[in-house]
C-alpha cells in the first residue's frame, strides 16, 4: 500500500518551505512553521478528519534513500 503523502513529498518542490516543520494532508501542504507542535494543531484544526504528516523540509539538498 503506497502512502500519498510520503509519495506526494518525495515529488513535491518544497523550495519554499526550506528549514519548516510542513503538515501534509490529502496530498498537500496544509500548514507550515517553525514550531511542530503549533503546525500539526493548526492543520488537525483544518482537517481534523484527515491523516496529517508532518515533516521537517530539510534547508538544504538531502538525500533520501
Known sequence: MKDMNYEWFLKEN???YKGLH???A???VIE???DPK???SRAKEKQPS???V???VPSEET???
Open 22 to 24: 510542513g503538515a501534509i
Open 54 to 56: 508532518l515533516w521537517k
Open 32 to 34: 507550515s512553521g517553525e
Open 38 to 40: 503549533l503546525v500539526y
Open 50 to 52: 484527515a491523516e496529517v
Open 63 to 65: 538525500l533520501i534513500l
Open 14 to 16: 518544497l523550495r519554499n
Open 26 to 28: 490529502e496530498g498537500r
